[in-house]
C-alpha cells in the first residue's frame, strides 16, 4: 500500500512517491531561468516556462534525504490532525472540528453567512515595493505575484475566485506560500484539482512550498502541474543573461511538522548573494534572518482572517510577535511580508480581514 490520494500515509509510503510517473523528474533548459538543488548530489535543473511538469532527475526520496522524507511523512500519519500538542504552537484550531461548527451556525443565526463568503472571495491585489542595496541590475523592477494559503477546496468557488484576481495581473513569477489543502489531513485531490485550474491562468515560472495543511504527498501533484515546489532547497534565477543571479530558496513547513532545515536550504547560496524565503510561516523570522536571507515571503496567519473591526486579529495562530504576522515586516537587515492569504480555513468566511494576493516589485536602492 502507498501514499494516496486520501493524504493518509501507510508504512509503506517509499514506493508510491519515488514512482517515475509522478515523481522521477526530467527538467527541460529555458534561456532565462535555470535552476539548482541545494543537495550536493542533486544536478543542476532547468524549468521550462508554463504549466508543464516539473520534473527532477531524482526521485523525492533522494532528493530531499532519507531523514526529512521519513521525519516528515511519519510525522503525518502520526499527529496530523491533533488539536493539542505537537509544532510550534500548543493549539491548534484548524483542527478543531467544533469550531467549525459553532461558527458555522453561529454566524447563519445572526445572518452573517452570505456576507462572510462574499468578502473571502473578494481577493485583493496589494503592492510592495522592496528595496534591495545588493539586487543585482537586471532585477530592477522584477515582479514576484505572491499567493498564500490559497485552501482551494474549501468550495468550488474559491479556484474561480483566485483565477478572476490573477488575471491580467503583470509579473515575473509566482509564488505560493503553502496552505492548498482546506483540512490538514485526508483527501487532497480536490484541492489539486483546483490548483490545476488556477495554474493554467498563471504565467512564467511559479513556485512554492508546502504549509501544515498540506502533505509531503502533494509535492509530486504539484509539480506535475509545472510547479517547482522547494522542499529546503534553493534555486538561481537569471534574467537578462546575468549570470549574477537572484536566489529564491524554500523551507518545508515550519509551523506544524517543523520540517525546515536552513542548513539544506541556504547552505550552499553564495556569501553576498541576494536571496529571498519562501516559508510558510513567518515564525521562522529569526533563523531566515540570521541564515542571511534579505526578504522572507511567508503567510500561515491569513491576517486573522475573522478579526474585529478596524482589522484587529482575534487570532493569528503563531508563535511570533503580532508585527511579523500582517503585512510588510522587518527584522535586522531581512525585509518581509506576511500575506493575508488568498483563501480561508475552517469556514470559507472572513470578516474585517480582506484575501489578498500581492504584487512584490524589487528595486535596487
Ligand atoms: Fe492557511
Redesign the pocket.
Known amino acids: 500500500m502507498g501514499l494516496t490520494r486520501k493524504g493518509k500515509a501507510p508504512p509503506d509510503t517509499t514506493a508510491t512517491l519515488v514512482k517515475p510517473a509522478e515523481t522521477s523528474i526530467k527538467h527541460t533548459p529555458t534561456p532565462n531561468h535555470t535552476t539548482a538543488s541545494s543537495e550536493p548530489t542533486a544536478k543542476a535543473v532547468r524549468i521550462s516556462a508554463g504549466p508543464t511538469p516539473v520534473r527532477h532527475p531524482v526521485p523525492l526520496e533522494a532528493r530531499i534525504g532519507s531523514i526529512h522524507f521519513n521525519q516528515r511523512l511519519g510525522l503525518e500519519r502520526e499527529k496530523e490532525a491533533r488539536v493539542f500538542g505537537g509544532g510550534r504552537t500548543f493549539f491548534h484550531i484548524?483542527n478543531w472540528t467544533l469550531i467549525g461548527v459553532l461558527l458555522k451556525y453561529g454566524l447563519r443565526l445572526l445572518g452573517l453567512t452570505a456576507r462572510g463568503k462574499r468578502n473571502a472571495r473578494a481577493i485583493r491585489l496589494t503592492h510592495n515595493r522592496v528595496a534591495l542595496a545588493r539586487l543585482p541590475a537586471a532585477f530592477e523592477g522584477y515582479r514576484i505575484l505572491h499567493v498564500?494559503?490559497p485552501?482551494l477546496d474549501m468550495a468550488d468557488d474559491i479556484p474561480h475566485a483566485l483565477i478572476e484576481a490573477v488575471r491580467g495581473v503583470d509579473y515575473d513569477i509566482c509564488v505560493f506560500t503553502?496552505?492548498f489543502r482546506g483540512k490538514t489531513h485526508g483527501d487532497f485531490s480536490r484541492a489539486i484539482d483546483g490548483l490545476r485550474r488556477v495554474r493554467t491562468h498563471l504565467k512564467h515560472e511559479v513556485y512554492a512550498v508546502l504549509?501544515?495543511?498540506d502533505s509531503l504527498g502533494m509535492a509530486p501533484e504539484i509539480e506535475a502541474l509545472g510547479i517547482r515546489v522547494l522542499l529546503n532547497e534553493h534555486v538561481q534565477l537569471r534574467r537578462g543573461g546575468q549570470d549574477a543571479g537572484l536566489y529564491l530558496a524554500g523551507i518545508d513547513d515550519p509551523h506544524y511538522y517543523r520540517a525546515d532545515n536552513f542548513d539544506k536550504t541556504a547552505g550552499n547560496i553564495p556569501a553576498g548573494a541576494v536571496s529571498i524565503l519562501l516559508a510558510?510561516s513567518p515564525e521562522v523570522y529569526r533563523h531566515a534572518a540570521f541564515a542571511n536571507f534579505d526578504l522572507m515571503l511567508c503567510?500561515?496567519?491569513?491576517g486573522g482572517q475573522i478579526c474585529l473591526p478596524g482589522g484587529l486579529p482575534l487570532l493569528l495562530n503563531a508563535d511570533c510577535p503580532r508585527q511579523f504576522c500582517v503585512g510588510r515586516w522587518r527584522f535586522r537587515d531581512m525585509q518581509g511580508y506576511t500575506s493575508t492569504?488568498s483563501?480561508?480555513?475552517v469556514l470559507d468566511v472572513r470578516f474585517n480581514c480582506p484575501p489578498e494576493i500581492t504584487l512584490h516589485t524589487l528595486q535596487r536602492s
Open positions: 484548524e498564500s494559503d485552501h503553502g496552505d504549509g501544515n495543511h510558510h503567510g500561515h496567519t491569513h492569504g483563501g480561508a480555513c
